[in-house]
């Protein structure tokens, strides 16, 4: 299996450290990013620079202009949706090469009719605590993780 087989999509991502963690953890993976627009910071941005370090060149960034867009250029592989507001988890996610993992915005996540279009492709990382939901990057790491784990990629 290629290891660049997974692409990471971030629905107007809203915080520039958590996007360079992830961009960060797409470099280690070799794991395409791509980044869909409006985003709540410049790619200017010197938090996001900080965060992905000095790996922003091994980074197969993407930016497009609607989650439509970047699902029709980011290959044909399955697409799936995570979100705090699903009842699967996400070890049930039927993951395959080149599928497509949709996050959301920080603060409000994905939107409840695109969830609701799609009840059979929305997981969740299960929470025991007092929290709404995970860091946007620690999500990311633990879905990409456990896909190329699924996958056979080590």
């Not at 200017?44 to 989650?67: F, I, M, N, T």
């Amino acid at each position: 299996m290629s290891p660049a087989a997974l692409h990471v999509v971030l629905v107007e991502p809203e915080i520039p450290p958590n996007t360079g963690n992830i961009a960060r953890l797409c470099a280690a993976t070799r794991t395409h990013l791509h980044l869909v627009h409006p985003l709540g910071f410049s790619t200017d941005d010197r938090h996001l620079k900080r965060a992905g370090l000095d790996y922003w060149s091994y980074v197969s960034v993407r930016e497009h202009p609607s989650l439509e867009a970047a699902l029709a250029t980011s290959g044909s592989g399955p697409v799936f949706y995570f979100s705090a507001r699903s009842g699967r988890p996400y070890d049930r996610a039927p993951f395959a090469p080149g599928c497509r993992l949709v996050f959301g915005p920080e603060s409000r996540g994905l939107p409840p009719a695109l969830l609701d279009r799609n009840p059979d492709r929305v997981f969740r990382i299960p929470i025991w605590g007092r929290v709404r939901s995970l860091n946007l990057s620690t999500a990311v790491g633990v879905v990409v993780y456990e896909a190329y784990r699924r996958l056979g990629a080590w």
